[in-house]
């Protein structure tokens, strides 16, 4: 598995674990379903095309179900919405700054080891 690749995978469940409560449910931010973190995905209001300034930035993924983001194209107009109220206006707003960040291979290593201790840390709340 390719580095960046690794990385999505732990990230992704790192957001679906920060937005879960203790027992492990979120809600979709697009939506507002509940369902258990292993249900969900992890959506980008950005697209995750744009590089990764926004594929990794914890602003702009959010637990989302998979039908609003995948058969509503992230229904972002709810997203949009709701983002705003999560993390506010100012920050929203931030997220379409778009540097060009380009990732070496010590700088994903050092994210995926960053995430994982995360994701551990969250798991023990949740799963206790």
Same mark, same amino acid.
């Given at each position: ?5 690794? /990385?999505?995978?732990? &990230?992704? /469940? $790192? ?9 492990? &449910? ?13 249900? /969900? ?6 697209? %995750? ?20 983001? $995948? $058969?509503?194209?992230?229904? /972002? ?19 379409? $700054?778009?540097?060009?960040? %380009? &990732? ?5 290593? &050092? ?13 023990? %709340?949740?799963?206790?």
């Amino acid at each position: 598995m390719d580095l960046k690749k690794k /990385l999505w995978k732990i &990230f992704s /469940l $790192y957001i679906r674990l920060r937005d879960a409560d203790e027992k492990g &449910f979120c809600k979709c931010i697009s939506c507002g379903v509940i369902k258990h973190y292993k249900e /969900l995905d992890a959506g980008h209001f950005v697209p %995750k095309n744009k590089g990764n300034a926004v594929y990794f930035n914890e602003d702009n993924v959010h637990a989302q179900c998979r039908h609003c983001n $995948y $058969y509503l194209s992230g229904n /972002l107009s709810e997203y949009r919405r709701n983002l705003e109220t999560k993390i506010g206006k100012q920050r929203l707003d931030m997220i379409d $700054y778009r540097p060009i960040v %380009k &990732f070496s291979p010590n700088d994903y290593l &050092f994210l995926i080891q960053n995430y994982t201790k995360k994701v551990n840390e969250l798991k023990q %709340k949740i799963c206790g």
